[in-house]
């Protein structure tokens, strides 16, 4: 089994709102990635995780906050959103590190009003 | 930073003619990705090239890897619709993120 889900499909939230992008994968990857990406650029690393553990944290804003319930589980909770995050929002898994090609999820095509 | 640059940013082909998309790395890269993103679609995994001067194939599709591991190239041949999308090199930076090019988008009219 090579794929990767994510929930919901779309989203939209208004500036106020708590809601949470939901990942999922069953291949027995320790490395699981958060991308986002706007329309005719490349995905933007926003959050690894390696063995449950956070190792890369790019310098987003608190108003994105990640949690990995465990090897299989990973969760993005959204608060206080602008506009411009409106995005593509990406889960990916590798069987560790960089080096190792990514498998993404569909994403959630988010949109904060 | 480290930066992957692809050039052409967008091209149109007829269908039947070849397509090359260039990537190249501002620095050494231990492998180089490449991906596949169809319109509406997620980033696919294509193959990986790691040795220097390595050359795949996929079917009408050939990946080269650069002499100096500093950059790649995608050549299609005889593009048919179904290549229409967008294509990302990718390569590991120094820390453990995989750096994406900035992407070929391929438009083929029939």
């Known amino acids: 089994d090579t794929e990767v889900t994510q929930t919901p499909k779309h989203l939209v939230m208004g500036m106020t709102n708590k809601k949470s992008l939901k990942c999922e994968q069953h291949?027995?990857?320790?490395?699981m990635y958060w991308y986002k990406q706007k329309a005719k650029k490349p995905p933007e690393l926003m959050f690894v995780?390696?063995?449950?553990?956070?190792?890369i944290n790019e310098s987003v804003p608190s108003r994105f906050s990640p949690e990995c319930p465990n090897s299989s589980l990973l969760n993005l909770h959204l608060h206080a959103l602008q506009p411009e995050d409106s995005a593509l929002y990406l889960c990916?898994?590798?069987?560790?590190?960089?080096?190792?090609?990514?498998?993404f999820g569909p994403g959630t095509r988010l949109t904060v009003t | 930073g480290q930066q992957v640059m692809q050039i052409p940013q967008y091209q149109h082909v007829q269908e039947g003619e070849d397509f090359t998309t260039y990537c190249n790395s501002s620095t050494t890269l231990s492998n180089i990705q490449w991906y596949k993103q169809r319109p509406g679609g997620h980033p696919v995994f294509l193959i990986q090239?790691?040795?220097?001067?390595e050359v795949k194939k996929q079917k009408r599709l050939t990946f080269q890897f650069g002499e100096a591991k500093k950059n790649s190239s995608l050549h299609i041949t005889a593009t048919q619709t179904t290549d229409v999308g967008t294509y990302f090199c990718?390569?590991?930076?120094?820390?453990?993120?995989?750096?994406f090019g900035t992407g070929t988008r391929l438009q083929v009219f029939p």
């Open positions: 291949m027995g990857h320790r490395a």
């Open positions: 990916a898994s590798s069987q560790e590190g960089s080096s190792y090609e990514q498998y």
């Open positions: 090239l790691v040795k220097s001067g």
């Open positions: 995780y390696s063995y449950e553990k956070l190792s």
């Open positions: 990718a390569g590991p930076g120094n820390t453990d993120k995989l750096i």
